[in-house]
């Protein structure tokens, strides 16, 4: 599933980022913190599917549902 | 000179740290292509350079890459004797991933880093201990802590860097930057485990701040309000400034002419130098106090939400969030406004934004709304009884050139003229922790925005008030119908005869193509009237027995609405674009946009 799919409040970990993303915009997410493993929490959803909001590592970020879905996670082993 | 650099992620405190160091005077480059401003001042022996905060070394938007080469650059200069990385202790993890990039960065140029660990009062605030020793010896670089704000440890810092203690540092063992992205993230997410504060303390704060106000419905209403107080401020908070600014130029005049005499010195001191200069500087106030508020909403954390929460209705139009504070300040003064854009990611977003910023009401257009609305809208009229029908007319000319601006955004984005800038970068922010604005860093940001407005706008104007009183008062003791600027009004009569306006008003929208303002000063005299920006009253009244009618003057409200008619804003986009041909075909364009308005005003109304 991809990161949009996460409903307030749910927790998983980083799978993968889509291949398709620019080198750029993966290198800077990665720099960011969306790693493999790295465990992310979805803080808030917006009406009008606005961008959510999500903590990873000891960050908080907003990204647009665009974005969100060329990232995705796994919910099976959170930590 | 001897320099220190300074470098960090954005939202470490780096600009208060930089102002404590160097104290209150400072100079700002900006490097040409896209605006970033690299600050500098002194401390002791050393000059220290303010880089702009930047996410990582590897870049993203146009003027990361500039900040970024400028790094380079200074990082390889002999001069250069150290660099000073700044982290946010509260959040060691992000900050780690810039600091060893720097590190390799200073590395490679065979020069040391140092590391500020800021914000420690907060971190020991949460009853939390940072292993500094254990961290330096990871890092194998001196490691700092201190808080900007509240002065712990500054001196100590200060006095670390003037007598060089840190090239006493002697790590366990010897460090070896690491290269690539995936080592320098892992590198760091294992330091954090050990050294960092756990994030859900510091996070809880923010997080209640949030959910009131990123909340659907309070969330909304705080951003109103927030706007609203916002546009208060530049209408009402600004009135004294700009007063005082006209009553000092007013002053100036009458104390410098006195010396001159009667002749050609005096009236061209008179009206090009005072007049038409000074009505220039009067708007600096408006746009030192709109830098002040956008500086207070930055520092404080809140303009990270204001982008998200636009983010979603910009969208439609081909925008970004990021678009909303260059809009906003467009209100003020399109020129800072179309500097702030520098900070949307995509280029394809930054320049739709950019092109459109020219359409919002910016405060040279006041004086022309004052004077028409009030030629054409009764002063004692109110709609459904409550709200003043020239308030509501006002608010008209402000919504209509915003909506315009979306609907023109909207066409470029589905349009191929800004093909060349196909590249998308997607929207993401973070959203900084919520803190107290410290005056400091804001107290230079408004005095630069105030002195890089006056140098980026006073020689065009200069030239252009030059220009038009020469051609208005040459030849010799003609009135000004005689003038070349007359004849110049009456030869292109026939251009404004379909929009119901005679030369008068032909001469006054010609000389307001240079800047808007000039409109009413220029209708003024050539409705023979002394001082017509001060007495809009007196001018509309002779308008009004003139008997304009009322389509005519709705096509030409429109008119002002849409035209861009400022050579300033001109030459700043042409700045930030690098594209001449663009810049002057927007001009054109939006030029023959409010022309078609204003006919089909006249001819339908």
């Given at each position: 599933?991809?990161?949009?799919?996460?409903?307030?409040?749910?927790?998983?970990?980083?799978?993968?980022?889509?291949?398709?993303?620019?080198?750029?915009?993966?290198?800077?997410?990665?720099?960011?913190?969306?790693e493999t493993d790295q465990y992310i929490k979805c803080l808030r959803r917006s009406i009008f599917s606005g961008p959510l909001v999500i903590q990873i590592g000891d960050c908080v970020y907003s990204l647009e549902q665009a974005l969100a879905e060329q990232i995705f996670i796994s919910t099976s082993n959170n930590n | 000179m001897k320099k220190i650099l300074l470098v960090g992620k954005p939202n470490c405190g780096k600009s208060l740290l930089f102002n404590q160091l160097t104290g209150l005077r400072q100079k700002v480059a900006n490097y040409p292509g896209v605006t970033v401003e690299i600050?500098?001042?002194?401390?002791?022996?050393?000059?220290?350079?303010?880089?702009?905060?930047?996410?990582?070394?590897?870049?993203?938007?146009?003027?990361?890459?500039?900040?970024?080469?400028?790094?380079?650059?200074?990082?390889?200069?002999?001069?250069?004797?150290?660099?000073?990385?700044?982290?946010?202790?509260?959040?060691?993890?992000?900050?780690?991933?810039?600091?060893?990039?720097?590190?390799?960065?200073?590395?490679?140029?065979?020069?040391?880093?140092?590391?500020?660990?800021n914000f420690i009062d907060e971190v020991k605030r949460f009853g939390h201990n940072i292993d500094i020793d254990g961290l330096a010896n990871e890092l194998g670089a001196p490691v700092y802590a201190l808080s900007a704000r509240s002065l712990d440890g500054i001196a100590e810092f200060k006095n670390a860097l003037l007598n060089a203690e840190y090239k006493n540092f002697n790590p366990l063992v010897p460090k070896i930057p690491l290269e690539t992205t995936k080592e320098v993230v892992d590198f760091s997410r294992a330091l954090a485990k050990t050294y960092a504060i756990n994030k859900d303390v510091v996070l809880k704060n923010q997080n209640k701040v949030d959910n009131f106000l990123l909340n659907s419905l309070f969330g909304s209403f705080a951003f109103l309000a927030i706007m609203f107080v916002l546009f208060q401020s530049i209408f009402t908070w600004a009135a004294p400034l700009m007063d005082g600014v006209e009553t000092i130029i007013a002053g100036m005049a009458v104390f410098i002419t006195q010396f001159t005499g009667q002749g050609v010195v005096t009236d061209f001191l008179n009206d090009a130098i005072f007049g038409g200069v000074g009505s220039f500087l009067v708007f600096v106030p408006q746009i030192m106090v709109l830098t002040f508020i956008i500086g207070l909403l930055e520092d404080s954390g809140y303009l990270a939400r204001a982008a998200l929460i636009c983010h979603k209705p910009l969208s439609y139009f081909g925008l970004s969030g990021r678009s909303f504070i260059p809009y906003l300040s467009g209100h003020a003064c399109a020129i800072p406004a179309i500097m702030a854009a520098r900070t949307i990611e995509s280029p394809r977003k930054r320049l739709i934004t950019m092109m459109t910023i020219p359409l919002m009401s910016c405060s040279a257009r006041l004086p022309v709304y004052a004077l028409l609305v009030s030629v054409f809208i009764p002063s004692d009229v109110y709609w459904l009884g409550i709200f003043n029908l020239q308030g509501v007319t006002f608010f008209g000319l402000y919504m209509f050139g915003i909506v315009t601006a979306l609907i023109i955004s909207a066409l470029l984005s589905r349009s191929s003229i800004t093909d060349h800038e196909k590249s998308e970068m997607p929207f993401i922010i973070e959203l900084p922790s919520y803190r107290l604005p410290h005056w400091k860093p804001l107290y230079h940001r408004v005095i630069n925005s105030g002195v890089q407005f006056i140098k980026r706008a006073a020689p065009i104007i200069f030239m252009v008030a030059v220009g038009i009183w020469v051609l208005g008062y040459f030849p010799m003791n003609a009135s000004l119908e005689e003038?070349?600027?007359?004849?110049?009004?009456?030869?292109?009569?026939?251009?404004?005869?379909?929009?119901?306006?005679?030369?008068?008003?032909?001469?006054?929208?010609?000389?307001?193509?240079?800047?808007?303002?000039?409109?009413?000063?220029?209708l003024g005299t050539l409705y023979g009237m002394e001082g017509a920006d001060e007495n809009i009253a007196g001018l509309a009244q002779n308008i009004m027995n003139d008997g304009l009618p009322l389509g005519t003057g709705i096509g030409l409200l429109l008119f002002y609405v849409v035209a861009l008619q400022c050579v300033a804003t001109v030459a700043t986009l042409k700045a930030e674009t690098g594209n001449s041909k663009l810049s002057w075909g927007l001009y054109a364009a939006y030029g023959v946009l409010a022309y078609i308005l204003a006919f089909l005003a006249n001819a339908l109304i």
């Open positions: 599933m991809t990161l949009w799919e996460l409903h307030k409040g749910g927790t998983a970990n980083i799978s993968h980022l889509c291949e398709h993303l620019d080198d750029s915009v993966s290198t800077r997410l990665v720099e960011m913190g969306f | 600050k500098s001042g002194a401390m002791g022996e050393y000059e220290v350079i303010d880089f702009p905060g930047t996410y990582s070394l590897s870049t993203m938007s146009i003027d990361e890459q500039v900040a970024v080469e400028q790094l380079t650059l200074r990082v390889n200069d002999d001069e250069t004797e150290l660099v000073v990385c700044v982290l946010d202790a509260t959040r060691l993890e992000r900050s780690l991933v810039f600091a060893l990039q720097a590190q390799l960065l200073a590395s490679k140029a065979n020069k040391p880093i140092v590391y500020v660990l003038s070349w600027l007359g004849s110049i009004g009456h030869f292109v009569e026939p251009i404004f005869a379909p929009l119901g306006l005679d030369w008068r008003y032909g001469i006054a929208i010609l000389m307001s193509f240079l800047a808007r303002e000039v409109f009413v000063g220029a």
